[in-house]
């Protein structure tokens, strides 16, 4: 890194010598008389009184421009001056970050970008990480510098979060470097300003000729624009996850907007980086699908009458035989409290006494006994001489309750084409890499595309008067915050209407709701989201 000192006057280069700003020994220093932007590189350093528009060449190729400044007496103007006459005249040696208007620079940075495996990414670390990963997996520089404040400094956090997920595609420590910004950088710009010009000359110096790469997307508000400014000259980017998935530029770059493509493509690695971890899936199971597939005529009758009067009053007598059945099994067959069972010791006593435990004959209007008739005719349902009506298995009766729902949703969101699509997916935060005690949540759709999350919620209770509502929607409204990240969206899909109340709090939480009728618009929201 070259310091060049511009003058053709030999008073100023005395001048400078006797205040230290240029070296006196030999070679220190380039002192000419003219310079040409294209003759300096990143990290130079250049003092001198620069035309405005030649200042602004030079900062925009990252080096660092020092004006002399003096208030010089009209009558001496023009005149050779001399170190005293300088100091008399206030002469000082001040730094000035210049920007040209865009288009009007005429060297700006190079259109090329960098060779991936090269080079480093300078990141300001926020909770949501994926503006800051995204950028780093289409361009795999060989570091990455974090620049965190002491709030993502915390356990858990940003740093941590985003450490996981560059060790999870590939990153060695080695290859991560956090570096503490000052409690004061996050509100305070110009304490941002010196932190972000010390970190700027430190990788400079310590990795010369190499290139340099800042993330301004995340960080506070006086953190990013510090280093925006600070880092003048060297690529700055921003990630635009919203807009269909690009890497802008934010510097003089003739490069045009990046496209990032689908880079997160597993529903596994996107909850890992959000700070989650699978620890089973519905859908995973080779059985389960199987039965999804055979019964998905079935699923698309119950969904295709929702809304209606007589859909609702089966879909809640279905929910109520389910439950009554399973209660007068536990009780008959169990001696205790039902909720002391285990998921696998509950399930083992359904599966063993179901098809022996008898609920009333089924009654409905004509205009249902193409959708009953499948019931029985797909094996869900048995009766037997007398007309009395048995749940097939534990599979049977979790799917009459409600599961047809997931599962349609499922296919429906499968037939959109996304990158993975995922049911009944049961989730724990991540504390320190692992997983924590508490226990799972499930999610019951969950759809992945273009580096983006949809989570979705799918219930056929009535929600008149329904105890646990609040429930479902705060749980939408934490995990939907915490698992889907900033771009991602959560639905809550309803076979029955909501009433006011939970609409009001869908609407307040931000949940895009399609309840009933609507709810067959399922395909074309998703569609929508994903840009179809």
Known sequence: MTIWFVTRHRGAIAWAHRHGIVSTEEGAERIVDSIAASEVNVGDTVIGTLPVHLAADI??????Y??????????RRGQELTPDDMDAFGASCREFIVFGAPGTSSEGAPASLPASGTGAHVCLVSDQQMANLLPILKRRPARVELVCTPEMQQDGRGVDRLARSLGNYGYSVEQVTPHAAPRECAADFHAARLFARQLREKLLQTHPGEPLTLNATGGTKALSSAFLMEFQGLEILYTDTQGGGFIRHMDGSAAGPEPLGSLVTSIDDYLHCQGYRITRCT???????????????????????SGTNIMNNFIGELNRRAQQTEDKLLRTHFQGNPR???????????????????????????????????????????????GAVFFAGVDALRY????WLEEWAWHVARACGADDCRCGVFVQMNKDGMASDKDDNELDLVVLHNNRLLIAECKTINWWGASGKQDILNKLDALGNHARGLFGR????????????????ASNYGVKVLEAVRMNGLKREILDWMGH
């Open 283 to 305: 859908s995973d199971d080779k059985r389960w699908r199987e039965n999804a597939d055979a019964r998905r005529g079935v699923s698309e009758q119950l969904a295709a009458g």
């Open 66 to 75: 020092f004006h002399i400044a003096m208030s010089v007496p009209t009558e």
């Open 400 to 403: 009459l309750s409600g599961g």
């Open 490 to 505: 959560t639905l809550l899909v309803s076979a029955r209407p909501l009433d006011d109340d939970a609409r009001r709090r």
């Open 59 to 64: 900062c925009a190729r990252g080096a660092r």
């Open 340 to 386: 002391s069972l285990s998921t696998e010791r509950r399930n083992a006593l359904l599966e063993q006494h179901l098809p022996f435990t008898p609920s009333p004959a089924l009654a409905f209007p004509a205009a249902l006994a193409p959708l009953i008739a499948s019931l029985f005719d797909t094996g869900l349902l048995r009766r037997n001489e007398d």
